[in-house]
């Protein structure tokens, strides 16, 4: 704060001109206040009542319908790439793109379009650590809906698999640390200048385009983690990307010059590409392997690359505790033991009838009936009991019943 030598006077009535993050506010002596507001007083907005009282439910209202919308948007896109298989078309792991003329696709890409537009305004409202894990849920959300409308089925270990995923990725989140405010384009654009941060995105770089132009043609179609970790990797970029926007949006409207600024440019840059890309090798992995399986782990990884991204640009190791470290590594490890079932065993038809049943006292067996041998002809009994050989000595012996 500055206050200039010509408002020096602190008398009531004067007026004083101070600045607060760098802007002018021009602030008025009031002294002798009574417990009743002055009448010149500036009440509290029925926004920021709503915010105050009910945003944490409104937060919570939209983290929920994100998970249903984000879900769900991968079944109609399963659906459209199956509905384009059935016309023949070039299929989208071939590199064809006859799924942008699907409507049944387009729903699925608004319908994820507005999950992402829900979970948004979801932490803006509630806290990042209660938004956070409850993306998880979508996982569950599109592993039911898949198979019940694209027949799709995960065995037990599979099921096991994404609750052990869900619940990895929980306890990751939530020993992650706070995320730093960042406030305006120029703070924004001075972390993203930082050494360590910009290893790092060219480290995240270079092994992108090993996956795409190396091991994605050779293993793409017959992994199932290449295409995944593709989106992955690229959506850091995509996150980071969609923040600094954000700061930029909001300092427009507080009227601040970021038109010239050069950085939301670039983040738009950026963005425009990373989605695009994520787009396309999303399809591709839907479009060979089962969705129910695809968004776990697509889901998994990506959690983990934006919060390391996150923590790495931001700098919020240095306050981490001990317990948050380890909680940290805890979750990592569990959600490599999630993935590792999922994928796995995928292949294993094991269910819950397969399991072992055991009973206490289990039920004794039948009675067998006596066995009555009836013959219409007794010459055929006569030839039997000559063909048949001599019965020995500790053999009981036989005896028939002949009714005519």
Known sequence: ?????????????????????????????????????????????????????????????????SCFLIGSSVILKKKGLLRLVATGATRAVDGGYGYLKDAMWWAGFLTMAAGEIANFGAYAFAPATVVTPLGALSVLISAI????????????????????????STVMVIHAPEEEKVTTVVEMASKMKDTGYIVFAVLLLVFCLILIFVLAPRYGQRNILIYIIICSVIGAFSVTAVKGLGITIRNFFQ??????????????????????????????????????????????????????????????????????????????????????????????????????????????????????????????????????????????????????
């Open 1 to 65: 704060m500055e206050l200039p030598a010509s408002n020096a006077s602190c008398e009531n009535g004067s007026l004083i001109s101070i600045y607060c993050s760098s802007q002018p506010v021009l602030c008025q002596i009031v002294g002798d206040l009574s417990s009743e507001a002055p009448g010149n007083a500036t009440f509290i907005s029925w926004q920021e009542r709503v915010r105050k009282y009910y945003g944490f439910y409104i937060g919570l209202g939209l983290a929920f319908l």
């Open 145 to 168: 809906l898949s198979s019940y409308f694209l027949g799709e089925s995960l065995n037990l270990l599979g099921k096991l698999g994404c609750v052990i995923c869900v619940t990895g």
């Open 255 to 404: 009227g601040m010059p970021v038109v010239r600024h050069p950085l939301p440019y670039v983040l738009s840059l950026i963005l425009a590409l990373s989605l695009s890309t994520q787009v396309n090798f999303l399809n591709r992995a839907l479009d060979i392997f089962n969705a129910s399986l695809v968004f776990p782990i697509y889901y998994v990884t990506f959690t983990t690359v934006v919060v390391t991204s996150s923590i790495i640009l931001f700098k919020e190791w240095h306050s981490m505790s001990g317990v948050d470290i380890v909680g940290t590594l805890a979750g990592f490890v569990t959600i490599i033991l999630g993935v590792f079932m999922l994928h796995a065993f995928k292949d294993l038809d094991i269910s819950g009838a397969s399991l072992p049943r055991m009973h206490k006292n289990p039920p004794p067996p039948p009675n067998p009936e006596p066995t009555v041998i009836r013959l219409e002809d007794k010459n055929d009994l006569v030839n039997n009991m000559e063909r048949s050989s001599t019965p020995s000595p500790e053999e009981k012996p036989k005896v028939f019943i002949i009714r005519s």
